[in-house]
Structure formats: structure tokens, C-alpha cells
């Protein structure tokens, strides 16, 4: 048998991780609560502690008094820990208020990326998405001087940011138009367009597009790829942007449902919203499809426990980590990989609302 090349244990692992956050001063004096590094480096008490008795056996921490640990001094250099270990995810909201697809494919980019002996930070930050975002992101990568950043979400003034600082990062999405970064997204421009193909092969001539109207490059390539479908066909296009709020998406579902002649078809960006639709349409009494016939554009656990069944397009989320954590960690490891931009089609899911 060929012999496997030991891997670092946890606690090896989250010791390295904390000697490369003492040594770039992250903190002074006393380290934070066991509550907070538990948090940090996502491991539980007993292996935190078992960490925090090795770094005390080193002579880096003092044994804990009134529940504190003193800094004693700074953890030897080693050619390990001149390379970091950590890759940084941003994003604008924090992972409780992530959609099902994104949390799946964090979790499997976090297993990935530890079989390579790389650990995954998740920073939230809405200073990062602001419309002058160069403070905060000059601040933040300070203090996390990652291997590469995976930016979700990420707006265009931050992409340039990243172009033009030349710090090392992914985009879990669309790049921006004129931006060059590697990137891994969903093909929304070929989802949008098959959506509305099939809506026409259908009979439907009125044909409406809900989207947030947001800077995101995946909700742009989706109405460029709606328009498409339209080009040669005797049907009219109606895109109607909105807030990613309930409330607004409601409002501009009546403003829809005022017009003259009225849509009979309605494909709707994120599948949150699809829920609010329906839901919304059942309301008012109206049966669907007979009265509308209803595609989402993405795929959620929950739309499988909506009746009547959504029509809709249901991604990967190990395929997309899968894609992303490749790019990642050439990117970490290299400095360099391709900017060709990666792009997966999702598979459509036949239900009861077309």
C-alpha cells in the first residue's frame, strides 16, 4: 500500500491559524473570549482549549487568570505560517440571512477548501457594499490579509476595488461589465431565455420578467437573455424591476396586473419571491396556470412544499462549490487562474404552474 501523507489534525490546524493571527497583531495584550475565538475559528471549547494549552506550553499565552489569557509573546515565524491558510468570504448579509442555494454551497466550499488545509472566514459587512465602499474594504483586507477573497453579491465599484488594489479574489456571481476577475455563476442569461422560449412555445404572447433592480451582473445577464427570446418572436417583453423587499414586489404585482392587455405569463427572478407571487395571486382568487402561468428562475428546498408545484430551474450547489473552490485555490496557491468566466445551467423542473 502506498503511503498517505499525514494530514494536521483540528487542533494543529486552529493552532496555526491563531500563531498567523498573533503575529499580524490582530490582538494585544489579552486574547478575546473563548466564546469569541470559538466563533472565529469555528471549532468547539474543548478543541479551542486543547489550542490555547499548546500556545501556552510555547510560551506565546499566560495559563488563564480571571478568565483572560495574557499575550506573553509573539508565536516564531515559520515558513508555514508566512503563507496564509485563510480564504475570505464577503458578503453584504450574514449567514443566517443567506438563501438555502448560497448556505448549501458555502458549507460545501468550507469541506473543499479543508481538504486542501485552507479555512474558510465568512465576513459580513455592510460598509463593504456601501456606495464608496474603499474604506471599509482597505480596512477589512488589513486585517484579514487573506489568500484570496470570494466576493458574493459583490457590487461593481467593489469589483474595480479589487482589480486595482491587486488583491487576490473570486467572484461567487457575474462580473461587472468591463471588470476581469475570475468568476463562477449560474448561466441566468440561457435560463431566462429557455424560460421565455418555452413560455412562447406555450402560446404566451405577454410575457413578464420580475427582478430586483439590483447592480448584480446575474440579474442583468437575466434580462439580456429575456429580451433575446424575444427578437424574432411576435410576443412583447414587459421587465419590471423592483426592491427585494415583499412589500415590493407585491406593489408592482398590482401595477402588473392593471395593465392593458393583461400578462399571462410571469418569470420571476429568485425564488423567495416566486413564493411571494403565488402566494400573492391565491390571494386575489386567481387559479394558476389557468389564469397565469408562473417560472422561477432559481430553485429553493422550501418551493418543493408550494402547490400547486412551481415551475422552475434547480442548480447544483456541490457542482457550483465545486467549480468555485478550483478557482480558489489556484488563485491562493499560484497567485494566478483563469478569468474565462464559468458559467452552469440549470436544469429545468417541470411543475404545475406552466
Known sequence: MHAV????????HSADFLREALQRGEWTGTLPSERTLC????ISRPTLRAVLVQLEREG?????ENKKRQILAMPKS???AAQSRVIALLTPVPQQAMPPFVLFW?????ELLAEADYHLEVHASTHCFAAK?????KKLTQRVPAAAWVLFRSTPVMQRWFVDQGVPAVIAGSCAEGIVLPSVDLDYRATCRHAATMLMQKGHRRIALLLPGSSHGGDGESEHGFREAFMSADATPL?????????QVVEHLDLLLKRKPLPTAIVIARSIHTLTVVTHLLRLGHRLPRDFAIVSRDDDAFLDHVVPRITRYSADAAKFAKRLSKLVLELAQTGRTSTTP???MPDLRRGETV
Open 5 to 12: 501523507p499525514p494530514r494536521p489534525s483540528l487542533i494543529t
Open 39 to 42: 466563533t472565529r475559528l469555528r
Open 60 to 64: 506565546v499565552l499566560s495559563a488563564v
Open 78 to 80: 515559520s515558513p508555514k
Open 106 to 110: 458555502v458549507d460545501a466550499l468550507r
Open 133 to 137: 465602499p474603499g474604506a471599509g474594504l
Open 239 to 247: 421587465v419590471m424591476l423592483h426592491h427585494e423587499t415583499a412589500e
Open 342 to 344: 464559468v458559467r452552469l
